[in-house]
């Protein structure tokens, strides 16, 4: 004689009733998200500019996390050490155009160099364009220059000397980006002129090479006659390239 279950008949109807309940809230949550995908193709199709600002985001949320880096190409701007001539006063925007000419450098970089160099002189009670200048005499404007002593980039910074001084961004090798080395090596110049007694032309002979220097070989005079140039320059004068 078969046994009969008297708690079965509920139990199979409450588990049809879930399953069919599953079964439509499943369905309905699918068919949502599939009228919202189709409403938002539709969204930007009919507004381009909104499809490009979405595929935008995606990438930059692509790159932020590393996937696909491969193949995804990089915005790389940001990092690039330029300026727009227009975002310089007239004066600024003058000189850089005229180091680009002498010098042959394109003048976006050397107009962040002439920005900073503002900024610099600000912070360490120097002349803008003295410091141009020390940098045009010292590198010719060419951020990776490296003497036989081992004087690097721009300013032409003895970097083993003053390596604590690139602690602060990451290391040594930041004596290779052009806006790093400028800050230290202006540091460097107005410690040589405090350490000179404020003299400008004993200053820029320890830059040189400490208290060894005896003879400058005109060092001197031609950071001079070039500030002297870029003083006429950003004043509206027509200096010749020499």
Same mark, same amino acid.
């Given at each position: 004689m078969p046994l009969h279950c008297t708690w079965c008949p509920p139990i199979r109807t409450v588990l049809r009733d879930i399953a069919q309940g599953l079964f439509l809230v499943t369905h309905s949550g699918l068919a949502m998200v599939g009228l919202s995908a189709a409403a938002v193709v539709m969204a930007l199709w009919w507004h381009p500019q909104g499809l490009h600002m979405a595929e935008e985001a995606l990438f930059n949320w692509l790159r932020d996390r590393q996937v696909l880096i491969t193949w995804l190409p990089q915005?790389?701007?940001?990092r690039a050490t330029a300026v727009d001539l227009k975002d310089l006063p007239r004066s600024q925007a003058a000189v850089a155009i005229w180091l680009g000419q002498k010098y042959k450098i394109a003048p976006e970089p050397l107009a962040a160099l002439v920005a900073e160099a503002h900024?610099?002189?600000? &912070?360490?009670?120097? !002349?803008?364009?003295l410091i141009l200048a020390v940098m045009a005499i010292e590198?010719?404007?060419?951020?990776?220059?490296q003497s036989h002593a081992g004087a690097q980039g721009l300013m032409q910074v003895m970097t083993t000397i003053h390596a604590k001084r690139y602690e602060a961004y990451g290391g040594k090798l930041a004596a290779f980006d052009p806006i790093t080395n400028l &800050?230290?090596?202006? !540091?460097?110049?107005?410690d040589s002129i405090k350490l000179k007694g404020g003299s400008l032309e004993d200053g820029l002979r320890f830059y040189l090479g400490g208290d060894a220097v005896t003879e400058d070989g005109g060092y001197v005079a031609k950071v001079q006659a070039e500030q002297a140039r870029l003083d006429q320059v950003a004043a509206g004068v027509s200096v010749p390239i020499q």
């Open positions: 915005n790389t701007a940001d900024v610099l002189a600000k &912070r360490h009670k120097l !002349a803008p364009h590198s010719n404007f060419h951020p990776y220059v &800050r230290v090596g202006v !540091a460097v110049l107005a």
